[in-house]
């Protein structure tokens, strides 16, 4: 079974505003298409994965990532990270079938072979996550290729995700396709499991304090 993978993207400007205390608006783009970047990346090279849809309507982002194999889906909802989703499955589904999941856009530690054991994993069921590192939200939603997304992406996503009767996946030693970033301290998190080359280029750049 091989998976198409929606991923949503901000415009650059806008994205991860709680990482001011780490990044200044002057890099804090840079950093957050740097994330993108070896999040498409790492789901490319995964065996589990046939292709990846980026929905965004920032041009940079579309340029760099379609660049590295990704489809450009744009957000044309305009209306939140959960109608985004619902969207570029949509546009997925009308291009075929087979089973869709929805990825967070910030895992710059991303491994392939733990994204396919996590993928692997939720092909058992009609429609299951990942929670996030934190244990409150979530990086990855997946359905079978009858089902609807259904997206509950946000703040507290782990609960609503399991309250709409999705399955939570445990499975071992998928540190990186849990560690998304949002704050100083999962950048510092992410650089310790270790990054793709673009974060690490983009965070070398930055003064990153210890814990």
């Not at 949503?8 to 950093?31: E, M, N, Y």
């Not at 909802?77 to 570029?88: S, T």
């Not at 704050?183 to 930055?206: E, I, M, Q």
């Amino acid at each position: 079974m091989q998976w198409t993978l929606v991923i949503p993207l901000k415009p650059l400007a806008r994205a991860k505003s709680r990482l001011s205390d780490t990044a200044h608006d002057g890099v804090r783009p840079q950093l957050v298409l740097a994330f993108a970047q070896d999040t498409v990346a790492a789901a490319l090279a995964c065996a589990e994965v046939a292709g990846v849809a980026v929905v965004t309507d920032d041009a940079l982002a579309a340029r760099e990532l379609a660049a590295l194999g990704a489809r450009i889906v744009p957000d044309t909802p305009r209306a939140g990270l959960n109608a985004a989703l619902a969207h570029g499955a949509a546009a997925v589904r009308a291009a075929g079938g087979g089973p869709v999941a929805a990825l967070n856009a910030d895992l710059p530690a991303l491994r392939p072979a733990e994204l396919a054991r996590v993928l692997s994993a939720a092909a058992r069921f009609p429609r299951a996550f990942l929670a996030d590192a934190a244990g409150i939200g979530t990086t990855l939603l997946a359905v079978g290729a009858d089902r609807e997304l259904r997206p509950a992406f946000g703040t507290g996503s782990r609960l609503r995700h399991r309250e709409s009767g999705a399955v939570e996946l445990g499975p071992d030693a998928v540190d990186s396709v849990r560690q998304d970033v949002d704050t100083g301290d999962d950048l510092r998190a992410a650089l310790a499991l270790g990054v793709g080359p673009r974060t690490a280029r983009a965070a070398a750049r930055l003064l990153i304090p210890g814990p």
